[in-house]
Structure formats: structure tokens, C-alpha cells
């Protein structure tokens, strides 16, 4: 089955510089690779994804970039603010196992003013 | 704006008890699916539920656990006879169905056993 790996598990940035997430996975099917922000005791939500069928994505200060050849893909935040601070996790699915996501192991990202 | 809701917010139960999680997904979606989240930890895949049946399911849903949606608008899971281990956040999603479309998320249910 799939299996998702993800790193660093913490990343501490200075507010206004850049972040990135990295994220690897084992399933060469997979196909649809979203990332979710958690906030403290708050559930996952969606703030950007990726098909397979692309290698980039932006939107405004978030980007993700996928290479389907090394089966791994990144989440870039430009330009960091005290409210992007939370848990970033990637996930993974395909249509083969009914789009159940699969999950990274979490990063927590801690922005210093 | 729709949102997936969950009830309880937060449920104490004794060991060896059962209980029943509640989610009530966006009206118009089609796919459903748990998961959990065991604190400070991942989320993980439970279950996923399409045409009133199971689509998938995780080795963690063992014959401990059961999902049920038995009104059309109600999405539950059961877990027979709890353990310590169950302790966790879980998560009900919904989707529209289809291709890579956006898993909604609510707000969790936190287990606590005792």
C-alpha cells in the first residue's frame, strides 16, 4: 500500500522568509496529492492540492510542486506570517484505492517574529 | 458555506464500552469516510463508505469497529468494545465523489477511554 513520508517534522522560520515542506511516496498510482493546515485542536483543512498531471501549482504566497519521476512532492510558503504558524500535513490517494487519503506524518511550522 | 458536522465534541467512555460516533457530511456529497487521529500523531484512514456500503477500510477498522448511515443523512461509527488505545480524534470527511475532489472535514470527535 501507499506510504507517505514527510519531513522535517518541525521547520522554525523568521517571519517574511520562506518555508518548505518536503514529502515522498511509494505508490506510483497515486495521483492526487493535497496539503492540509491543522491549527491547534482544530481539524485539517485543505489549502492547496495537486493532480499528476501537473508540476506546479500557486496560489498567492503558496505553491506546490510535484516531480512524478522521483514520486515526491513540496509545499513552498513565500513570504511567512505569524498565522501560517500550525501543522502542515501532505497527503496522497488515488482512484485505484477510492481517493483515501494517506497521510504524512505532519510538519509543525513555527514562524519567529 | 456547508460544513461536515460531528457530535459529540468530546466523549469519556469506560473500557470494554461501546460507542457511537456521529457525523452529519454536506448534503450534496456522496463519498464518506473516517478517520483518526491519535494525539500529537498523523492522521490515519479508517473507512470509506460509497452507495451504502464500505469502499474501503483500513487494518485499524477491525471487527471492532462499524459505519452505518441509517437515515440518509447521518454517517456513524461504531466501536463495539473499546479500548485504551482507541483514545483519539476522530475525523468524519465527506466529498462530492469523483475525481481528487476536496475531503471536507469536521471538527472531530475526541474519544477518551477510561
Known amino acids: 500500500g501507499e506510504n507517505v513520508e514527510q519531513h522535517p517534522s518541525t521547520l522554525s522560520v523568521q517571519e517574511g522568509d520562506s518555508a518548505v515542506i518536503k514529502c515522498t511516496y511509494s505508490d506510483s498510482a497515486s495521483n492526487y496529492f493535497p496539503w492540509y493546515k491543522q491549527e491547534l485542536g482544530k481539524r485539517p483543512q485543505l489549502i492547496i492540492d495537486i493532480r499528476s498531471n501537473v508540476g506546479e501549482k500557486k496560489d498567492q504566497r503558496i505553491a506546490v510542486t510535484l516531480n512524478k519521476t522521483a514520486k515526491h512532492f513540496s509545499l513552498h510558503i513565500t513570504e511567512t506570517q505569524p498565522e501560517d504558524s500550525a501543522v502542515y500535513f501532505c497527503?496522497?490517494?488515488?482512484?485505484?484505492?477510492?481517493?483515501?487519503?494517506?497521510w504524512g506524518a505532519g510538519t509543525k511550522l513555527i514562524i519567529k517574529p | 458555506e456547508p460544513e461536515v458536522t460531528q457530535t459529540p465534541s468530546h466523549q469519556v467512555t469506560q473500557m470494554g464500552q461501546e460507542v457511537i460516533l456521529r457525523c452529519v457530511p454536506i448534503?450534496?456529497?456522496?463519498?464518506f469516510y473516517w478517520y483518526r487521529q491519535i494525539l500529537g500523531q498523523k492522521v490515519e484512514f479508517l473507512v470509506s463508505f460509497y452507495n451504502n456500503e464500505i469502499s474501503e477500510k483500513s487494518e485499524i477498522f477491525d471487527d471492532q469497529f462499524s459505519v452505518e448511515r441509517p437515515d440518509g443523512s447521518n454517517f456513524t461509527l461504531k466501536i463495539r468494545s473499546t479500548k485504551l488505545e482507541d483514545s483519539a480524534m476522530y475525523f468524519c470527511a465527506s466529498e462530492t465523489g469523483g475525481a481528487y475532489n476536496e475531503q471536507f472535514f469536521g471538527p472531530g470527535t475526541r474519544l477518551t477511554v477510561l
Open positions: 497527503a496522497a490517494s488515488s482512484s485505484g484505492s477510492n481517493y483515501q487519503l494517506i
Open positions: 448534503s450534496n456529497h456522496l463519498y
